[in-house]
């Protein structure tokens, strides 16, 4: 950071040769340049916080729960071979491509419905909050569960089954009075803003997961809770390179 502070920006720039900018880059000129260094390494550090274990651990259980769900796995190939034979064999995804994987997106949000990755979220009530018959007075932190939510039965028929089908048949997002029932990146201002990038990389893993490799679990695992969401050891599996991805 402070290498590229005293270079202007960057590290290494040919005269006359525009290169992309990283975040280091961006955050040094944003604001005029007023940010501290503190705020800076703030920055980063919340965003390799925030969006690198939740995304990797999504990545993970898609597999588990598609490893478990066989006619889930076989559809969601099925969608992916489909895109690949429309394409040259090496030519990259695009964002079109990104958008014409309907059956990838049910996948991923059953992912995240079961999965839990975030539990919920501490709000502070501003006000008096009346609900029912509680009151949550002014200044009082609350818990608001996502995964109390997500897997509750009244909700979504038989809650705890993966099932990425239901989100073909019902996708909506909130109940009967309008509250919201599904919020795995919450919600509000302070909605997740790595939401979509989260759904892009996952997608364009299974992607590639899927046309190219076959594999086998190697040993059980099983999903905790406690203190964070994640698999027991990992998930491990052995992949195979497809022979007819090899060329
Ligand atoms: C599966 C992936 C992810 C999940 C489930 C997830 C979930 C969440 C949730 C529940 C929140 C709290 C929202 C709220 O308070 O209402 C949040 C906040 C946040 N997320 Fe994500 N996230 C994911 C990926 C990412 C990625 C990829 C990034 C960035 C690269 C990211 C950056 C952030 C940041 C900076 C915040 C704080 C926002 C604020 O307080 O204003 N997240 N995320």
Redesign the pocket.
């Known amino acids: 950071m402070e290498e590229k502070a005293e270079n202007g920006g960057s590290i290494g720039d040919d005269e006359g040769k525009k290169e992309k900018k990283d975040m280091v880059e961006e955050l040094l000129e944003a604001e005029g340049g007023s940010f501290s260094e503190e705020e800076m390494v703030d920055f980063c550090l919340?965003?390799l916080v925030?969006?690198y274990e939740?995304?990797s651990?999504?990545m993970t259980l898609a597999v588990k729960f598609l490893t478990e769900t066989p006619a889930a796995l076989a559809e969601l190939k099925e969608e992916h071979a489909n895109i690949r034979d429309m394409k040259g064999k090496k030519q990259p995804l695009e964002w079109s491509d990104y958008k014409s994987m309907p059956f990838t997106q049910c996948v991923i949000n059953e992912t995240?419905r079961v999965g839990n990755?975030?539990s919920g979220?501490f709000r502070r009530a501003n006000t008096d909050i009346h609900y029912k018959d509680y009151t949550i007075p002014k200044g009082c932190k609350i818990f608001a569960s996502?995964r109390a939510v997500h897997l509750n039965n009244e909700h979504y028929e038989n809650a705890r089954t993966f099932n990425p089908w239901r989100w073909q048949i019902n996708n909506k997002l909130q109940n009967a009075v309008g509250a919201n029932i599904f919020t795995?990146?919450?919600?509000?201002?302070?909605?997740?803003?790595?939401?979509e990038?989260?759904r892009v990389?996952v997608s364009i893993f299974l992607h590639h997961l899927v046309t190219r490799f076959s594999w086998e679990e190697t040993e059980e695992d099983r999903l905790v809770f406690f203190p964070t969401t994640r698999t027991l050891k990992g998930y491990p599996i052995n992949l195979r390179l497809l022979s007819e991805s090899i060329c």
């Open positions: 919340s965003l925030a969006g939740t995304t651990v999504l995240l990755i975030i979220v996502f795995p990146f919450g919600g509000g201002p302070r909605l997740c803003p790595g939401y990038l989260a990389v």
